[in-house]
């Protein structure tokens, strides 16, 4: 019988999946798994369509509030709010004792962070990893970033933004001599005009020429006169979408900016004016590159030398409205989307990690500014979203299509989007009711609140937290008359509630994951089309002028669901399921590797329990 038992193990051990060769994770902020079934701004994106048809594609339930920071930590720990520390983008801080309820920590940083992330838990079982704008790789300390191990952390969010998106016209711009370049500046059909400018701690020159015939059509721009230059051509605005096109194709190379070279810029030439002097450039944002890495400056200087500056995200250059402002801004998105996409691609090439964990910002911050405009009928803005979808898509493309066989690609999100057309001020009933005093700002008073919000959850200000008020034992007292009071608001316009959940139990906070010794005591859903507003301005409900997109509310709201799309040697064995939650991401990574998940992970892998 022993032969035959060990050809029965064998044959097991011959079927059951090796752990896959690499895993590449990309996160998609915002992108809702109804805009990815059901919305046709995802139509075009054949390279997500690809890997959705060799894998498998699932709603997810993400953090609660569905905001980014949580929802990504969530994502990289295995745990929710409660445990990992981190409850929402802004949060109350721990341990009550030292901090009022009032006082907020940044959820994007790793100050405060109590649960292992997926990366360290690779990385500390001998798995090269690497984390690429995953919140929260920085500050880089001993929580995320532990010496000594096979990792990689880079991070251009939480860094030093040394300036922002601007937006120059010749107002901007002060004249000055041209004679100065070196090596002297090529000539031009037309008069060359010369400007300089300073901003924040940057400061560069311009020069305006003609070289395609007697109409000013380019701008060579510096940082010194006698250094690197770049050179931006005026060209007309992109009018269709990137399906075939490269991405930000009109933006000139990167520029190095910076004391010691921190960052790179670009720059776009809308227009080089009639006579030079209407001048319209783009300058993109500059944000200080952080890395951690045995390879020390000698990557970051590759970083920044082979792929060029990170730009974040684009910023409204101009109403929406307005559809030079709109396209300009969608060439912006572009650039920022191209960008971080060659970061990611960059490290899978070159850090070669067997995992790596990486972020790109968009559709989030398209969709905040268009999606409540597309959903009121307006076509431009449905286009500009399928714009920044199709430009995601091409973004990733050649990252996607060079997995290898054995490698498992698992692209995710943090939360959905909903339109959003009226907001709710939700301080003014609660300081009607005696739960809330403003102070002289126009905030909450910390000594006479008797609770304040988080986004669409809240903390009762009782006495264990600094300077609290409420006695522990009414903290239930507390929360029945706020429930009471917000659940009974009514529209006046619809005389609908505006109010449709209102969680607040044991287990409701276990399955949502916002309790924890610094976690809310409640959390509110507004009713579709409803978005929480922390202000005393009135009146209570306020129609906004213009419709935006917006999420924080309940996690398993169908258009707040994020996605999970893997494929794969073991993705393959999926059935699929509805249960799927953020917090089994990090299990199912760590068995796709063959190691165990992260210390504190409170998820499973999903493909363990089928």
């Not at 409204?316 to 996409?341: F, H, Y």
Request: glycine share 10%; with cysteine; hydrophobic share 40%.
């Amino acid at each position: 019988m022993k032969p035959l038992l060990s050809l029965a193990v064998l044959l097991c051990v011959a079927v059951r999946p090796a752990p896959a060769q690499r895993v590449l994770l990309i996160s998609l902020d915002g992108f809702a798994y109804q805009a990815l079934t059901q919305d046709e701004a995802t139509r075009d994106m054949p390279a997500l369509r690809a890997l959705m048809a060799r894998g498998v594609a699932l709603p997810m339930q993400p953090a609660f509030p569905s905001t980014t920071a949580n929802g990504h930590i969530a994502l990289a720990t295995g745990a929710w709010g409660g445990v990992n520390g981190k409850h929402a983008n802004s949060h109350p801080l721990a341990p009550r004792s030292a901090h009022t309820s009032f006082e907020r920590g940044n959820g994007f940083r790793a100050e405060g962070l109590t649960a292992e992330p997926l990366w360290v838990a690779a990385a500390r079982q001998g798995v090269r990893a690497a984390a690429v704008n995953f919140v929260p790789t920085y500050p880089f300390l001993p929580v995320n970033a532990p010496g000594g191990l096979p990792l990689t952390l880079i991070n251009q969010y939480q860094t030093r933004r040394i300036a922002p998106n601007r937006l120059l016209t010749g107002r901007d711009l002060t004249p000055e001599p041209c004679e100065h370049w070196q090596p002297p500046l090529e000539p031009s059909r037309a008069p060359r005009r010369c400007y300089t400018w300073s901003e924040a701690a940057l400061a560069f020159h311009l020069a305006v020429g003609a070289a395609r015939g007697g109409s000013y059509d380019h701008a060579d721009i510096a940082v010194e006169r006698g250094g690197a230059r770049v050179r931006a051509w005026a060209e007309p605005l992109e009018s269709s979408l990137p399906t075939e096109r490269p991405l930000a194709r009109h933006f000139s190379g990167g520029l190095s900016v910076g004391q010691h070279g921190e960052a790179v810029v670009y720059f776009r030439l809308f227009d080089a004016g009639g006579g030079g002097g209407s001048v319209a450039l783009l300058r993109s944002a500059a944000e200080e590159l952080a890395v951690f890495d045995e390879r020390g400056e000698t990557m970051r200087r590759r970083i920044l030398d082979e792929v060029g500056g990170m730009v974040g995200n684009g910023s409204a250059l101009g109403s929406p409205l307005d559809d030079v402002a709109l396209r300009r801004t969608l060439e912006l998105d572009e650039l920022a989307i191209r960008q971080q996409a060659r970061l990611q691609e960059w490290v899978w090439r070159n850090a070669a990690p067997r995992l790596q964990m990486g972020y790109l910002s968009y559709p989030d911050h398209s969709d905040h500014a268009w999606l409540g405009l597309a959903s009121m009928g307006g076509v431009q803005f449905q286009r500009a979203r399928a714009w920044i979808y199709t430009a995601i898509d091409r973004a990733l493309a050649p990252l996607l299509s060079g997995l290898a066989p054995d490698d498992t690609a698992v692209l995710v999100s943090d939360h959905g989007m909903g339109p959003v057309t009226k907001h709710v001020h939700v301080y003014l009933p609660l300081e009607r009711v005696g739960l809330v005093a403003r102070d002289s700002g126009g905030k909450p008073h910390p000594a006479r609140s008797k609770l304040s919000m988080i986004y669409n959850c809240a903390v009762v200000n009782t006495l264990d937290w600094k300077g609290g008020i409420v006695p522990v034992g009414e903290r239930e007292a507390v929360i029945t008359v706020a429930r009471r009071t917000l659940e009974s608001l009514l529209d006046p316009e619809t005389g609908q509630r505006v109010i449709q959940g209102f969680y607040t139990s044991v287990e409701e906070k276990r399955q949502l994951g916002f309790g924890g010794p610094a976690g809310a005591d409640f959390c509110l859903d507004p009713a579709p089309g409803y978005y929480l507003n922390h202000s005393f301005d009135g009146p209570v409900v306020r129609r906004l002028d213009t419709p935006t997109g917006q999420h924080g509310g309940y996690p398993l709201r169908t258009e707040l669901r994020s996605i999970f799309v893997t494929a794969g040697p073991r993705a393959r064995l999926w059935k699929g399921g509805p249960g799927l939650r953020a917090i089994d991401v990090a299990p199912y990574i760590a068995g796709l590797l063959g190691i165990a998940p992260p210390a504190q992970a409170g998820g499973g892998d999903p493909l363990q329990s089928q």
